[in-house]
């Protein structure tokens, strides 16, 4: 059964950092590009980033370009998002989504991550 | 690119079919997916390729369309389907959502 856990979510205060995990099970985690959606409260979803199977290849939405790392360890399992500069505009619930031939099968629960002072 | 759905909020009565909608705002071909959303859970892929049925999904609930307008039909609603529906496309970057439709009892 393929599992996507993500976890690192909290309350940060604005310009602050925050790095979230996604431990991946049930699947070839390294045969996979990987990516994260976010979803503001009451919004719609936003795609974030994308990496691709060895962690050479990654891509950004103009809104966290520069401020936004994705990484992957493909030993552990795990993709990462680290973020940094943090503002209000970044609260979110961030999904750890498994790319499938460009379109997304499977997501994890989601991680709460809280910009406020 | 641009997706746009309609309506933004659909009142159906249970057993009755459901039509919604996405218009992409540039050719997207069939890179077209419907994802479904319930309160407090974590979108589910329903369809990809514009009208493919994921693993596991019913078959009332079909997708057609090419280019830049598709249809997402569910042909008999069924309580666990008042929920959120939303396209994306995958044939350009960023990948880009329609703004959601909800389905709503009648």
């Known amino acids: 059964e393929v599992q996507l856990v993500e976890s690192g979510g909290d309350l940060v205060q604005p310009g602050g950092s925050l790095r979230l995990s996604c431990a991946a099970s049930g699947f070839t985690f390294r045969s996979y590009w990987m990516h994260w959606v976010r979803q503001s409260p009451g919004k719609g979803l936003v795609w974030v980033s994308r990496?691709?199977?060895?962690?050479?290849?990654?891509t950004y939405a103009d809104s966290v370009k520069g401020r936004f790392t994705i990484s992957r360890d493909n030993a552990k399992n795990t993709l990462y998002l680290q973020m940094n500069s943090l503002s209000a505009e970044d609260t979110a619930v961030y999904y750890c989504v498994r790319d499938n031939s460009d379109f997304f099968d499977y997501w994890g629960q989601g991680t709460l991550v809280t910009v406020s002072s | 690119i641009v997706m746009t759905q309609s309506p933004a909020t659909l009142s159906v009565s249970p057993g009755e079919r459901a039509t919604l909608s996405c218009r992409a705002s540039q050719s997207v071909s069939s890179n077209l997916a419907w994802y479904q959303q319930k309160p407090g859970q974590a979108p589910r892929l329903l369809i990809y390729a514009a009208s493919t049925r994921a693993t596991g999904i019913p078959a009332r609930f079909s997708g057609s369309g090419s280019g830049a307008e598709f249809t997402l039909t569910v042909s008999s609603l069924q309580s666990e389907d008042f929920v959120v529906y939303y396209c994306q496309q995958y044939n350009n970057w960023p990948r880009t959502f329609g703004q959601g439709t909800k389905v709503e009892i009648k």
């Open positions: 990496i691709n199977t060895d962690g050479g290849g990654t």
